[in-house]
């Protein structure tokens, strides 16, 4: 990730997301608006996480680097 998400990510609804970070500090996906996904993904690891059912447009940030640029994950 180096300290950017790359994107913007398009996935089915309710589909089985992994993230890889290819950092050497953990980072989150946490979705903008609460009830969303929100998983740590450890330094130079992976997490997996369920995307939302709802088509639509979510933005996303790391809750550790709250100076990261937000992502983009697309439901459709
Ligand atoms: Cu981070």
Do not use: R, W
């Not at 300290?3 to 903008?32: E, R």
């Not at 933005?59 to 990261?68: G, V």
Request: glycine share 10%.
């Amino acid at each position: 990730m180096s300290f950017a998400f790359n994107g913007p990510l398009t996935v089915s609804p309710g589909a089985q997301v992994t993230v890889v970070n290819k950092d050497s500090v953990m980072h989150t996906v946490t979705a903008d608006s609460t009830g969303g996904f929100d998983v740590s993904v450890p330094a130079g690891g992976t997490a997996t996480f369920t995307a939302p059912t709802a088509p639509g447009s979510y933005s996303f940030h790391c809750s550790i680097h709250p100076s990261m640029k937000h992502g983009t994950l697309i439901v459709k």
